[in-house]
């Protein structure tokens, strides 16, 4: 071989060598389009559209996509359909979940990565995408606890509430929580039927109100009809926790006297207060977890010295913290003539 045959056999090795590199690297260049979400539900079925730049290298086979499950034992082929093996776009569809060996949720989510891979040459492109299968992941409740009659509105906090718009039905104990329709990702809001206004609710309760002690219950928030908390909930029994004044005072005649009580009243509940024999006008205000009211303009009672107070909420006798006696020893101003 001479010097000229030399030169060109290794300008042709080169440029050969070039080529091959360079179809190498178009065919490394695998991207995910658009601003697609990457968070199915473990039923999988949906489709995810991808664009490779070449993929001729991969001869004129149908490619596959090759997907790990992080932490499983085993893989999936599924086949990636292109519109032709010039890189134009494609998709594959997610597999089940149960297709894989998968053990517990980061979570409620599992990691899976995906290649692409060449049929016939079983060469696996080095450019790996992920994407994730999720469940429904319930963390909190708040408020944890309120009035069992129900009628007040609960938040419920969590991860993927909303992959795959599953259908949510929610219980609280034997009560249901209406969800509200404008529910995220990340937060649901529902209202807890209310019961105030049954008789026969309120009848069946009485066993309740004979106790001291408050009933705990679990939250039952089905997704698709799976039941995916275990969130615990109290409903309280309504406790006047703070008064004042305390006895003995001097208190005028017109009040006021303030109860504080451990349960978030609404405005449609019925409060009754009575100082001996006589109501009191009644206005109150509520946080999320309690109420703070206000008993003025009541008639002293016959016997000064010894006023019972009675308060009832929708026709139940609300109860008084042990530390707090109902028998009130109170001095009227006002009201002594000499």
């Known amino acids: 071989m001479d010097k000229t045959e030399l030169v060109t056999y290794l300008f042709l090795l080169f440029l050969f060598s070039f ?11 695998i991207e995910i389009i658009g601003n697609q979400p990457l968070y199915f539900t473990k039923n999988g079925g949906q489709i995810l559209k991808l664009k490779a730049n070449n993929l001729k290298d991969c001869s004129k086979e149908t490619p596959y996509i090759k997907i790990k499950l992080l932490g499983a034992r085993s893989s999936r082929l599924v086949t990636a359909k292109f519109k032709s093996l010039d890189g134009l776009e494609g998709s594959f569809q997610i597999p089940d979940i149960q297709s894989f060996s998968y053990g517990a949720s980061d979570e409620g989510r599992w990691k899976a990565e995906f290649k692409l891979l ?4 079983l060469n696996e492109i080095d450019y790996v995408l992920s994407y994730w299968y999720t469940e429904p992941y319930i963390q909190h409740i708040f408020p944890g606890q309120g009035f069992f009659f129900g009628g007040y509105m609960v ?6 509430l909303k992959v795959g718009n599953p259908n949510i039905q929610i219980r609280i104990g034997s009560l249901k929580c209406a969800l509200n329709p404008t529910y995220t990702d990340g937060i649901i809001t529902c209202t807890i039927e209310d019961r105030s206004r049954d008789k026969l609710f309120i009848q069946n309760m009485d066993e309740f109100w004979s106790s001291d002690a408050d009933i705990k219950v679990s939250v039952e928030i089905k997704f698709d009809g799976i039941n995916l908390s275990n ?9 006047v926790i703070d008064m004042n004044p305390q006895s003995p005072q001097l208190l005028n005649f017109n009040g006021p006297i303030l109860f ?3 349960v978030a009243l609404k405005e449609s509940d019925n409060i009754i207060i009575k100082i001996g024999q006589s109501k009191c006008d009644v206005k109150f205000e509520s946080t999320q977890t309690a109420s703070f009211i206000e008993c003025t ?9 010894n006023s019972e107070i009675e308060i009832t ?3 139940v006798q609300v109860k008084f913290h042990h530390s707090i006696s109902t028998k009130k020893q109170f001095k009227y101003l006002c009201m002594y003539i000499f």
Not at 21 to 28: G, V
Not at 231 to 239: E, G, M, R, V, W
């Open 19 to 29: 080529c091959i590199i360079n179809a190498e690297d178009a065919s490394l260049d």
């Open 155 to 160: 938040t419920i906090t969590g991860r993927y």
């Open 297 to 305: 303009k009541f008639e002293p009672p016959s016997d000064k010295t």
């Open 231 to 239: 969130l615990p909930f109290t409903f309280q029994i309504p406790t």
């Open 313 to 315: 909420c929708n026709n």
């Open 118 to 121: 060449c049929p016939r040459k």
């Open 260 to 262: 504080g009580l451990n």
